[in-house]
């Protein structure tokens, strides 16, 4: 481009600035974007403000929840049945007419079932993980059922 075009352009284009159709015609898209912009600000608002009342239409449903839970529970621990199953367990009281056995701690224990150990169990086989990662992939996309998925027969 020469200077000569470039010149021209300009002139071009301030001669239409000065042209009052063209001149309305920015200032009504200046006007629609202005007011689609509010427009768009103001849904983002409602949007957010409705966020947060939902959030806190739910804290306060859980807070209800919560506060009838703790009623129920003060009903519970007013009841008859709570306070005899505490005397029973607290102090060793029994309702009248009841007989108390006592059972020695050794005798107790010898009908008890050891639990299991807390370690998680260590691998079956020898085969590196990567392997048996693989094997179960194959397995997968192959439709193929492992040996734990086989049903027992």
């Not at 701690?105 to 691998?123: E, M, Q, R, W």
Request: proline content about 5%; cysteine-free; hydrophobic content about 40%.
């Amino acid at each position: 481009m020469d200077i000569k075009n470039i010149a021209g352009k300009t002139a071009y284009y301030a001669n239409r600035l000065t042209d009052v159709r063209f001149l309305g015609q920015a200032l009504f898209v200046v006007l629609v974007l202005l007011i689609s912009w509010s427009g768009i600000k103001a849904i983002q608002t409602n949007y957010s403000l409705q966020k947060e009342i939902s959030r806190l239409r739910q804290q306060n449903d859980v807070m209800r929840l919560e506060n009838e839970n703790l009623a129920l529970k003060n009903r519970y621990f007013n009841s008859d049945q709570y306070l005899e199953l505490a005397a029973r367990q607290n102090f060793g009281l029994a309702a009248p007419g009841e007989k108390i056995i006592v059972v020695p701690k050794n005798v107790a224990l010898s009908y008890t079932v050891d639990l299991p150990s807390d370690k998680p169990p260590g691998p079956k086989s020898k085969r590196p993980a990567y392997q048996r990662n693989f094997e179960s992939w194959v397995n997968f996309f192959l439709h193929r059922q492992s040996l734990k998925d086989k049903p027992a027969d």
